[in-house]
């Protein structure tokens, strides 16, 4: 009898829709990632191997970082819960929301909450739930599940999304990708106003800091962790980094890994609940620390998954995964899992038992294209062969090796012939020629084959026909080609030398020269002007866009002369957030050359929202607050004084639906930075 898992792969292949998204999802990413790579100033490799060392680090000791982490977070006014399980963690927050007397819940993407089937427990209590992120919100309108970590609904095309926004939102039928993620902001808008509560995951817990890192493009993260008055993050127990210069170098490799971009839009560091004297921001922040069976795989031969940032690079990699997608990834009995591809097919044996998602290891060429991928460096076809042994939750002896338990008689009845053959000359040359005579015969008919019970052959592989000549006597005419191989690969090439040239002419632009550069790449507008004149090139913009009302900081958080000549020039200068509002005028306590982006944070006189809510925002820089780098920028004390900082890095942007740029979603369509030069 065919298994759920196999006739799920059947029904992937023979989409030819599904089919068309996969390759255009594979294609796309990676070209993007093969562009965001160049642009590092450090090789990709040296960098893998410090996140992997990081990583390793803090998984080494855990316990330690943990307990340092919890203890600052703890000062800095968090609500902490431990939950040793999925269902204790459902327990806290819908103890929260009755506490709270909460009806509406609004989420950001968080793959912890779809491991631990949040929504379906809290829409059960009569809590209504709604899906921030736009390619979340489309598969909730669809009653599905995610199929992909990063772009959740990668497996849809925009008429079947059209179709479903026409049926659920009662708009015209349109395919149009402007159109169609206008109507989700507005549909989303009000929800987000009136929402009791907010739920987002935590890419990063900064164990010196007790600080979360929530990493977002569309601005519905901000909105989940800035409007509702109380805010629930989820986070794995493995998630932290110890030190903000370590931050930095996953914040440099996560988003080019995940997206292809340098760094996200929002990058938003969370210190406690606001402020008293805060104009914004919620109340109370709980921070649910989430267990669900990574310690028993930290103590086990799969601890190395647990290096694991959640980019999605290998996944985008697999070609497994680019023929059967992320919905093929299913128990035995045809149960989802959140987390598919190569790593998937390593958490979710780890997560939810071997029994029911063993078998997803089968599921990988062991090609190494994940390895490649993986901006930790995690040996993720070492992973896959230890699940396929058996190797899941079982603990390591003394010398540090495993005794696998997964193997069936025949395996193992195989693999001590072979090592009775292997170690001899003659009887191992014996074994190849009648094994590949046998496999000649065999091959032609291997698709004909139904054996589940030995790993489906002929059902989910081909025997190949083994060739006519072994390796071993083909080499020495090979030698030469290897060799000419390794020569030109050695060999600078173009891109290399291209990417080279720009890291040297970047090195020697001046910081606001560099920060122009970047900002206008991700489509920001920079307008140099003086102290003098910065008043008058403002009012001069807000009377180009006839704009007569504005949403502004107050002083000092913005220079008191800008905010006395708009007044003066009939322009009403508001101070509390109205989303009626088109244009939002903010300060900003830094800018960051490397990648573009402006710095700000929560304080008494400035309001998280006027760079949120507005569809334009207009920003303040002065050119001496530009800092060379992420990680010079990080260590600013001043960043992990307040209740929040916020990175912004352009616009707010998606490409969740038919992997489309569009511009403008939750967050501001533009950003536009005044900088004083003088």
């Known amino acids: 009898m065919t298994s759920k898992f196999h006739q799920k792969i059947r029904q992937a292949i023979q989409n030819q829709e599904l089919q068309r998204a996969l390759d255009k999802n594979a294609e796309d990413r990676a070209q993007a990632r093969e562009e965001a790579y160049q642009t590092l100033s450090t090789s990709f490799e040296t960098l893998r191997q410090e996140a992997h060392r990081i990583r390793t680090e803090v998984i080494d000791d855990l316990p330690n970082y943990l307990a340092a982490f919890l203890e600052k977070a703890r000062e800095n006014g968090f609500s902490i819960h ?36 949040l929504n379906k427990a809290l829409e059960a209590k009569g809590i209504e739930v709604v899906e921030t992120d736009l390619g979340e919100y489309i598969i909730q309108l669809r009653g599905e599940h995610p199929s992909h970590i990063i772009t959740p609904a990668v497996h849809l095309n925009r008429s079947e999304i059209g179709r479903t926004f026409q049926e659920r939102l009662g708009i015209p039928y349109t395919e149009d990708v402007t159109t169609l993620t206008a109507a989700a902001r507005e549909h989303l808008r009000n929800t987000f106003l009136k929402a009791d509560i907010g739920i987002s995951g935590v890419n990063f817990g900064i164990a010196e800091s007790g600080s979360l890192c929530i990493l977002t493009n569309e601005g519905n993260g901000r909105m989940v962790t800035t409007l509702p008055p109380v805010h629930i993050a989820l986070m794995g127990c493995e998630r932290l980094v110890p030190t903000m210069d370590d931050l930095a170098c996953m914040l440099t490799l996560l988003p080019r890994s995940a997206t292809g971009q340098k760094i996200t839009v929002y990058t938003q560091i ?124 079982m603990p390591t002896t003394a010398e540090g090796k495993t005794r696998p338990s997964g193997l069936n008689f025949f395996t193992k009845l195989f693999l001590r012939m072979f090592t009775w053959a292997s170690k001899d000359k003659k009887r191992f040359r014996f074994a190849q020629k009648a094994l590949a005579g046998w496999g000649k015969i065999a091959s032609p008919f291997s698709d004909w084959i139904h054996m589940p019970a030995y790993s489906g052959w002929g059902v989910s592989k081909d025997l190949l026909r083994p060739a006519d000549t072994p390796f071993r006597e083909r080499f020495p005419a090979l030698q030469k080609e290897v060799k000419v191989a390794i020569d030109s690969a050695r060999k ?112 008494a006189d400035r309001p998280a929202t006027t760079s949120l809510l507005p569809s334009i925002h207009v920003a303040v820089l002065d050119a001496r607050d530009i800092y060379k780098t992420l990680s010079s920028a990080l260590n600013d004390p001043r960043f992990t004084q307040t209740a929040a900082t916020n990175l912004i890095s352009g616009p707010s942007r998606t490409a969740d639906i038919e992997m489309t740029l569009d511009i403008g979603v939750h967050g501001p369509k533009e950003v536009h930075v005044f900088c004083i030069m003088s």
Request: with cysteine; hydrophobic share 40%; net charge neutral.
């Open 492 to 603: 600078p090439k173009k891109a290399d030398q291209e990417s080279t040239l720009r890291e040297n002419r970047q090195a020697v632009i001046a910081p606001v020269d560099r920060f122009q550069q970047e900002l206008e790449d991700l489509g920001g507008h920079f307008i140099p002007c003086t102290f003098e004149d910065l008043p008058q090139k403002i009012a001069a913009f807000l009377v180009k866009r006839d704009t007569k009302r504005l949403f502004a900081w107050k002083a000092p958080g913005l220079p008191q002369h800008v905010l006395s000549h708009l007044k003066k020039q009939g322009i009403e200068v508001i101070h509390n957030a109205d989303p009626a509002l088109d244009i939002g005028l903010t300060g900003a306590q830094a800018g960051i050359a490397e990648t573009g982006t402006l710095v700000l944070t929560a304080g």
């Open 82 to 117: 431990k939950a040793a399980h999925a269902a204790e963690a459902r327990g806290i927050i819908l103890d929260i929301c009755q506490e709270k007397k909460a009806s509406l819940v609004v989420k950001s993407k968080s793959m912890v909450s779809e491991e631990i089937e």
């Open 270 to 393: 969370l210190n406690g609940p606001k402020f008293s004297s805060d104009p914004d921001g919620p109340r109370e922040r709980h921070l649910i620390i989430v267990d669900n069976e990574r310690l028993p795989m930290r103590d086990s031969s799969l601890r190395e998954a647990l290096l694991c940032i959640r980019c999605g690079a290998c996944i985008n990699a697999c070609p497994v995964f680019q023929e059967i997608g992320g919905h093929a990834y299913v128990s035995k009995n045809g149960k989802h899992t959140p987390y598919p591809g190569p790593i998937g097919s390593i958490v979710s044996p780890g997560i939810f038992g071997r029994k029911a998602f063993g078998h997803l290891a089968q599921a990988s060429t062991l090609c190494e294209a994940c390895y490649d991928a993986c901006p930790i460096s995690i040996d993720l076809p070492k992973l896959l062969l230890r699940v396929r042994a058996g190797e899941v939750h």
